[in-house]
T-cell receptor, first 112, second 114 residues
Framework: SQKIEQNSEALNIQEGKTATLTCNYT??????LQWYRQDPGRGPVFLLL?????KEKRKERLKVTFDTTLKQSLFHITASQPADSATYLC???????????FGKGTSLLVTP | DSGVTQTPKHLITATGQRVTLRCSPR?????VYWYQQSLDQGLQFLIQ???????AKGNILERFSAQQFPDLHSELNLSSLELGDSALYFC?????????????FGPGTRLTVT
């Protein structure tokens, strides 16, 4: 069955630095991968989708890479701000059907 | 604001009771998804409807059921409630093709079972 692993620990960084979150997947090759942001008590917010034929995608201060050889996606936030503090969810496309596995994500804390 | 609405915001009820949660998707979206999030847990996919038909089913208990109406709003019915059903329930919607990407989530309904 598909397995997704994100940074197991919370990530603490200083304001202004680049935050890098890692998502590794095994046992299958998703056709696409999504990243969402979730704040406590609120619904996830869609950020970016990257397809298997795309190496990199950018949106403002966000950048996502998708390495199908390494079976890994990296999510970067440049010039991080305290407002970027949240849980970030890596969500690969399903190996079959339509059900997505959102997992618990990685908690990011950006300190001033 | 995602454009997805959910009611009620909060619900407190007793064990054994039945409740109905309601979701209205974004305008134009045909798919509706339901998720359960217990404290400090990830989102658990429950069920997806596309244009009125059930499309995918996750770990949804037999005590839970859902439907999507002709106007595309959806309802999640939870019956014979147990303490462990206390959680945040999110509804999400996505576009007109039924594919599960780029989902837009509502604010959630916080259910407390006492």
């Amino acid at each position: 069955s598909q397995k997704i692993e994100q940074n197991s620990e919370a990530l603490n960084i200083q304001e202004g630095k680049t935050a890098t979150l890692t998502c590794n997947y095994t046992n299958y090759s998703p056709a696409y991968l999504q990243w969402y942001r979730q704040d406590p008590g609120r619904g996830p917010v869609f950020l970016l989708l990257i397809r298997e034929n795309e190496k990199e995608k950018r949106k403002e201060r966000l950048k996502v890479t998708f390495d199908t050889t390494l079976k890994q996606s990296l999510f970067h936030i440049t010039a991080s701000q305290p407002a970027d503090s949240a849980t970030y969810l890596c969500v690969p496309g399903p190996d079959s059907g339509y059900a997505l596995n959102f997992g618990k994500g990685t908690s990011l804390l950006v300190t001033p | 604001d995602s454009g997805v609405t959910q009611t009620p915001k909060h619900l407190i009820t007793a064990t054994g009771q039945r409740v109905t949660l309601r979701c209205s998707p974004r305008s134009g979206d045909l798919s509706v998804y339901w998720y359960q999030q217990s404290l400090d847990q990830g989102l658990q996919f429950l069920i997806q409807y596309y244009n009125g038909e059930e499309r995918a089913k996750g770990n949804i208990l037999e005590r839970f059921s859902a439907q999507q109406f002709p106007d595309l709003h959806s309802e999640l019915n939870l019956s014979s409630l147990e303490l462990g059903d206390s959680a945040l329930y999110f509804c999400a919607s996505s576009g007109d093709r039924g594919t599960p990407y780029e989902q837009y989530f509502g604010p959630g309904t916080r259910l407390t079972v006492t």
